[in-house]
Every structure is written in structure tokens, then in C-alpha cells.
């Protein structure tokens, strides 16, 4: 066994064990503290469940990251991680105290902008989509900007029913760390393996904790789209040279299909709150989970659904890509056909005519 396949090993052990021992007293403080999340008439849980399972996540990837990552040049890191701290702090205090939209903007502005300009994660090459290949440094910085707050806002608003946030986050940084491996670039695939461990950890307690089920909450969904979107960035950027064998030519297309799930559910469910004149934080039950819901009343199988859907977005576009297609017509293809799918349960509710319950009604499922 090599050093960097010990190493990842380490990563996702060591963060996978940190959460599952941090959970238990996470939980006995949140009950004797009774800090639980708001239970109110358009929330899907009805149990009294702490969303502190952010907390968890936190300490099991930072510390995992940085003790797996030692020895290793890694400058990016300690603004991955100032990130990061932004990020989890700003996601406690809305899961704690509430606070206004406007605020968290404010902030994840902030923590994006220091992983932009001192974490040197930035977009500088298009790879050829409409035919643009070398973009102007501010054009890059304001894309990545819009990257990162779209991709951590998306896989916010998914987090919706139990295990489908940090499932899809598990798939996707599955993949990328198994590709950070074989081409070599340990330091993000550590990343991504350490990110996979403590999702592991914390999708056990969140889907199978029955009482010991806690929500991961602002601070899990905002740091998982934090990193996330780091890692999309790294994976696009080392595809801009395309001489290895496992270089991906469609790069964008191929990382945006491993995120297209959350991003074409918030991309819809704000257009239908735009298109009636309603305010694009206001909730509803417009996402996919709510239509699926209402179809099968179960939290697990749901997820199940939804994270099968994302495989297949994946491997229509590695298909894409192994054609040599156009790369335009790759990407185009792709986000046609996520939101395809991601209109699908509307059109089977409307076939089957089962009606969604009004706004701010609980439908009763099963986890």
C-alpha cells in the first residue's frame, strides 16, 4: 500500500469515526439544551429532531482533512478552511437563532470571495462552451462567485427529507475524489474522501437514528456546498490541459451533471415562485422531494429515487463526453435533460391526478 491510498484511507476512517463520536453528545446537549428545529405547518418532520448535525460534519472533515493533508503542499487549504469556519458559523446561528436571508448572502459573499481571491480558486477557462476557451480574470472571478453561491445554496433548499443531502453529496464527492486519485492530485482527493467519510457517518444517525436523529441543518448544507463547489472547481480547472488519460474533454458538463440535482431543483422551484410574483425564499412544496413524496411516502425511498436519477444524469453525460461531442451541445444536452427529469413527478401526479396537498399542509410519510 502506497503513502496517498494510506492517507486516503486515513481520511475518510478518520472523519467518518470523528462524526460518529461527536454525534452522541451533540444530541444529549441539544436535548438538555432543547434546541430542536422549528416544527411548524410547512415542515415535513413533525418530531422535534436538532439540526446539529453540521456541527459534526465540521469537525469530522476539517480535522480529517488536516491531519490526512500533512506533508503535502496544500497553500489552498488553510482558505478552504477560513472558508469553510465563515460558512459554519453563519449556518449554526440561522439553525440556533434565525436569521435573515439577506445576512446569510451577505457572508456566503464573503467566504466566496477569500476562497476566490487568497485560495486561489478560480475559473479561468470555459473549455470551449459557445466557443469560449480563456476568459478575462474578472469574468472568472465573477462566474466562480455565481458558481459557489449557486452550488451552496442548491444543495441547501435539497435538504429537505432525510439522507438526500448528504446522499447526493456523497455520491458526487465519491467520484471526484476517486478521480483526484488516479490523476494523481492526493490533496483534493483527500479532500473529497474526507468530506465522503463524514457524510457516511452523519447519513447513518440522520436516515437509521430513530431517536438519535438529528438533521444536518444550515451549517452541514452550507459548508457540503462550500466544498463541493471547490472541488468543482479544482476538477475544471486541471481538465484545461487534456494530454492524460483520464482527462475529462466535456469537464463542465461532467461535474455539473454530478451537481445537476440540487441546481436544477433550485433553478426550478425559484422560477416558479418568480413566474407567481412570490419572493424566491419563499417556501413551498414545489421541490422534487415534495412531488415524489406524494407519490411514495417515504423519506429513504425518495432519496433512493432521486440519487438514482443523478447516476443516470452521470452517465448520459460520461456517454456525452466519450463521443467527442460537441462540448455546447454537451452541456446544453445535459441541463435539458435534468430538467426533464426534474418535471417528471408533476407529470405523473397530473397522469395518476393526485393532487399535492395546499401549501403549508403536512403530508404523512414514512422514513
Not at 462524526?19 to 422535534?48: G, Y
Not at 488553510?78 to 448572502?105: Q, T
Amino acid at each position: 500500500m502506497n503513502m496517498e491510498f494510506f492517507l486516503i484511507l486515513l481520511a475518510v476512517f478518520l472523519s467518518f469515526m470523528l462524526v460518529i463520536i461527536s454525534i452522541p453528545p451533540i444530541l444529549r446537549v441539544a436535548r438538555e439544551k432543547k434546541l430542536f428545529d422549528t416544527i411548524n405547518n410547512r415542515k415535513i418532520h413533525t418530531t422535534p429532531t436538532p439540526p446539529l448535525g453540521g456541527v459534526a460534519i465540521f469537525i469530522g472533515f476539517v480535522l480529517s482533512t488536516i491531519i490526512a493533508t500533512n506533508g503535502y503542499s496544500f497553500e489552498s487549504l488553510k482558505y478552504i478552511v477560513a472558508s469553510i469556519i465563515l460558512m459554519f458559523f453563519i449556518g449554526l446561528k440561522d439553525d440556533l437563532l434565525a436569521i435573515s436571508a439577506r445576512k446569510k448572502i451577505v457572508v456566503q459573499l464573503f467566504a466566496a470571495m477569500l476562497l476566490i481571491l487568497l485560495g486561489n480558486l478560480q475559473i479561468t477557462n470555459l473549455h470551449g462552451i459557445f466557443g469560449v476557451y480563456q476568459i478575462h480574470s474578472a469574468i472568472g472571478v465573477l462566474l466562480t462567485l455565481f458558481i459557489i453561491l449557486a452550488i451552496v445554496n442548491a444543495y441547501n433548499l435539497i435538504d429537505g427529507i432525510d439522507g438526500l443531502g448528504s446522499g447526493l453529496a456523497i455520491f458526487a464527492s465519491s467520484l471526484f475524489g476517486w478521480w483526484f486519485f488516479i490523476v494523481g492530485q492526493f490533496q483534493f482527493a483527500i479532500m473529497s474522501f474526507a468530506l465522503t467519510g463524514s457524510l457516511m457517518g452523519f447519513f447513518l444517525f440522520n436516515v437509521f437514528g430513530k431517536r438519535n436523529k438529528l438533521f444536518m441543518g444550515d451549517a452541514g448544507s452550507l459548508v457540503i456546498g462550500l466544498i463541493i463547489s471547490a472541488i468543482i472547481i479544482k476538477f475544471n480547472e486541471f481538465n484545461i490541459i487534456k494530454t492524460g488519460q483520464y482527462s475529462v474533454v466535456a469537464a463542465p458538463a461532467v461535474s455539473f451533471s454530478l451537481v445537476m440535482v440540487p441546481l436544477i431543483d433550485t433553478f426550478r422551484v425559484i422560477t416558479i415562485r418568480l413566474w407567481n410574483k412570490k419572493s424566491p425564499f419563499h417556501p413551498d412544496n414545489n421541490h422534487i422531494h415534495h412531488r415524489l413524496l406524494a407519490l411514495v411516502p417515504s423519506h429513504l425511498k425518495v432519496t433512493i429515487i432521486i440519487i438514482i436519477a443523478n447516476i443516470f444524469l452521470m452517465g448520459f453525460a460520461l456517454l456525452l463526453n466519450n463521443l467527442m461531442l460537441n462540448v455546447t451541445f454537451q452541456f446544453l444536452a445535459i441541463f435539458l435533460f435534468g430538467i426533464f427529469l426534474s418535471f417528471v413527478p408533476s407529470m405523473i401526479l397530473r397522469i395518476k391526478h393526485v393532487k399535492m396537498p395546499a401549501e403549508g399542509k403536512i403530508v404523512k410519510h414514512t422514513s
